[in-house]
């Protein structure tokens, strides 16, 4: 299973053992007593993953083995030390308050967070091995394999696949859990009616956020684009003036449906608040779904951002271009704001002490509003990790603001190896080379030198974006620029110290 796809088997998996079933969500504080779970547990289960008794022990042996002096003070006593050499399920251990308030302390500090996740990576291991020998090696099979086995035990899931008959799909997976629940000696089996709606809601998750393991393979084999801030950044201000008025807002909710399959089952109405919308547009438009959420709901976005670990719960951060801020209305001004979002966009000018959000949906068009940093009704930041180190550099002290827009990738070709002209002759428009731009922006001029205006078809570039490299001319300053095309179509000027051959 790559690495997508076992991200994905732990947000459905956590969701479902402490999530609340919200996917990608989960609880590292997660405690359950004896007994709390079913009748038969009888000692505790520990951590997101709903680790019960010898698992729940080898959870915190690995916690006093990663960290054994954080472990020694939170651990004062050493009660809990002293129960690493017993067997708690035997014992029917059952803590007391104050040995309770030492586990979740445990659990919750950063090694038993990488602890837990740690050990849930292992146990899937195991599963997934288990499923690829004896049943399947379809994705989506083998995450259910690990959802069920993860419930019920080597038993219950070998009971469920053997019933199985030809290939194993889901639809067959359910309709054999559903035999148990006609067993009626036994109210605990894995397809019983209190494990249902688990079932059903790992099942919707699954079918949603899975990936094919072949068709990922094959992308991983396509050479990847770079998903920058400069292009989100140019693709949000290029938006600005869609409407609901004149209906060109339906553009961008076309894009937003255009995704498949449509997160939570729901498509996106023209007459929908279509912020978030907008702001997962930008995403599918230029294909940054992997670094950034798709979700029509302020709610979910940010939940799908915590799942991703790119949500900032800070007032006070200082965003940078192609961040996203959500707002939330009601704020009071007072204190670091944690109500419920009602509104989202992407920052498309940043400073030390303001930035300019562009968002869909303000006033019923994309439009652009003024922030303060740490300003009221900031409700947090989504900081998608982009490639780079994420910050915008320029090619020279001029142009603070501007960002490039996006430019479609060019081909190599097969082309000559001399430039035709060198000084202020009429320059060559055959490929020479293809360029690889290595500045973050890059102005695109009429002529070459820094005192010429950009072109107003794609007046920047940004970092490796490929262009067509057809002649070398030099500045009044002797600085030497190259004459390029750009996507096939636009020709300009831009300085040869950030152009590589690519």
Known sequence: MNKQNMKVLTNVIGAVESGGQIYGKRNYAAYAAPYTNS????????GWAQNYGAEARKLIQMIYDAD????????????????????????????????????ISLITS????????????????????????NYSKDVQVIMMYCEIRHLGGAGPVKRIFDRISGTITLDKIMASLVKDQKDTSNSNQVGDVKFWSRHMKCKEFIEQYAVSEEKTAKKEEVKKVAKTRAAIVAL??????????????????????????????YKLQYSDP???????????????????????SCYYW????????????????????????LYDWQDSGSGDNQGVADHIGIVTKAGKTSFTVTEGNKNNAVGDRSMQVNGRYIRGFVTPKYDGDGTTTKETSKKKDETPEAVPTISKAKSSSKFTVTGDGTPNK????????????????SWAGISNPNIRSYPQLANGN??????????????EWYYVKIAGKWFGFVSAKYITRA
């Open 39 to 46: 009748n038969v547990e009888h000692t505790i289960t520990l």
């Open 68 to 103: 054994p002096e954080g472990f020694k003070k939170i651990d004062s006593s050493g009660s809990i030390k002293a129960m690493l050499a017993k067997d708690w399920v035997a014992i029917k251990w059952k803590p007391t308050a104050a040995q309770k308030k030492v586990l």
């Open 110 to 133: 950063d090694a038993g967070k990488k602890c837990q996740d740690d050990l849930f990576a292992e146990l899937m291991k195991k599963f997934i091995s288990e499923c690829e020998k």
């Open 236 to 265: 949000a201000k290029s938006w600005k003036g869609k409407n609901e008025g004149d209906g060109s807002h339906r553009e961008i909710i076309d894009i937003y449906n255009s995704f498949k399959p449509h997160p939570r089952g």
């Open 274 to 296: 279509w912020c978030a919308g907008t702001a997962s547009a930008l995403a599918i438009k230029l294909g940054y779904t992997d670094i950034i959420p798709v979700e029509c």
């Open 302 to 325: 940010i939940e799908h951002a915590k799942a991703m670990g790119i949500w900032v719960e800070n007032d006070g951060y200082v965003p940078k271009l192609g961040d996203f801020v």
């Open 430 to 445: 055959t490929e020479v080379f293809v360029g690889k731009v290595t500045a973050n922006v890059l102005n695109v001029r």
């Open 466 to 479: 490929l262009v067509s490299v057809c002649d070398s001319i030099l500045a009044n300053d002797k600085s």
